[in-house]
């Protein structure tokens, strides 16, 4: 787990690594027995993990390490994405 800038929250939060991320998804319920019952055993393993209560599952699907980029050379805000060629924070190029 590593705190890192959401630009869907707009504030850090913690970020799962892969191994974390799959073992909080090993959670996720397959019932249709209703939308919260069905994910309250992973977002119970996501506050175990990161000591952050939330509750949005949501929030969970995109709050994972490998889905942002490296930090940006000009603000150091975390590229939205790994194939990001532009800094959504600052706008300016990703240098190749």
Wanted: a positive charge; aromatic letters at 10%.
């Amino acid at each position: 787990m590593q705190m890192l800038w959401c630009w869907r929250c707009k504030s850090e939060m913690p970020m799962l690594d892969d191994d974390e991320y799959r073992q909080v998804m090993s959670y996720s319920g397959t019932g249709h027995d209703g939308d919260k019952r069905r994910f309250e055993s992973m977002l119970a393993e996501y506050e175990r993990i990161t000591g952050f209560r939330e509750t949005n599952p949501n929030v969970v699907f995109h709050h994972r390490l490998s889905a942002y980029g490296k930090p940006c050379l000009y603000c150091g805000k975390p590229l939205r994405t790994p194939q990001a060629k532009l800094c959504g924070n600052c706008m300016k190029p990703v240098p190749s």
